[in-house]
T-cell receptor, first 112, second 114 residues
Framework: KQEVTQIPAALSVPEGENLVLNCSFT??????LQWFRQDPGKGLTSLLL?????REQTSGRLNASLDKSSGRSTLYIAASQPGDSATYLC???????????FGEGTQLTVNP | NAGVMQNPRHLVRRRGQEARLRCSPM?????VYWYRQLPEEGLKFMVY????????ESGMPKERFSAEFPKEGPSILRIQQVVRGDSAAYFC????????????FGPGTRLTVL
């Protein structure tokens, strides 16, 4: 059974700091890995999708890496801003990518 | 191009009533998924549907819950005889069906059972 763990559960940083969010998964037989952002009371916004054959993806100030063999992914956020404050969710795609197994998220607060 | 749409956004039911949650996938998407987020917990997969077919319902509770995605119209998640433990955010997601492709989520329906 696939299990996804995110560390830390919560993180508070000053504006401008670079930071790393961690995600680990127990079964390396994945189709893809997706990072989402969830704002309080809102839905999920897809940030980055990494296919199982890829090692990283970048979008603006965000960079996500994937190491299937060790069952790890990291989300790097450069020059953090207060608007980055949200819960970040890591989800692993299994069964042809049709089903996502989520971690419990990292709640990020960026202080002005 | 509208995203995944869900309605209602908020739903209040008394114990024993029925709850119907609706989801319209993104244009061109034929695959729909339902997830549930209980308070202080992560999102859990419930069911995966294609038009007129349930592909994977391994995450659905065995009783009171059902889902459909008819040939015409939105996908419906139906909860009969709701109990307080059903209070949660229910998210619908869709994808074009390409293996390994991105999944897009709707804003969710927040169900409160009194």
């Amino acid at each position: 059974k696939q299990e996804v763990t995110q560390i830390p559960a919560a993180l508070s940083v000053p504006e401008g700091e670079n930071l790393v969010l961690n995600c680990s998964f127990t079964d390396s037989a994945i189709y893809n890995l997706q990072w989402f952002r969830q704002d309080p009371g809102k839905g999920l916004t897809s940030l980055l999708l990494i296919q199982s054959s890829q090692r990283e993806q970048t979008s603006g100030r965000l960079n996500a890496s994937l190491d299937k063999s060790s069952g790890r992914s990291t989300l790097y956020i450069a020059a953090s801003q207060p608007g980055d404050s949200a819960t970040y969710l890591c989800a692993v795609g299994v069964h042809g990518g049709s089903r996502l197994t989520f971690g419990e998220g990292t709640q990020l607060t960026v202080n002005p | 191009n509208a995203g995944v749409m869900q309605n209602p956004r908020h739903l209040v039911r008394r114990r024993g009533q029925e709850a119907r949650l609706r989801c319209s996938p993104m244009k061109g998407h034929s695959h729909v998924y339902w997830y549930r987020q209980l308070p202080e917990e992560g999102l859990k997969f419930m069911v995966y549907l294609q038009k007129e077919n349930i592909i994977d319902e391994s995450g659905m509770p065995k009783e009171r819950f059902s889902a459909e995605f008819p040939k015409e119209g939105p996908s419906i998640l139906r909860i009969q005889q709701v109990v307080r433990g059903d209070s949660a955010a229910y998210f619908c997601a869709s994808s074009p069906g390409l293996a390994g492709g991105p999944t897009f989520f709707g804003p969710g329906t927040r169900l409160t059972v009194l």
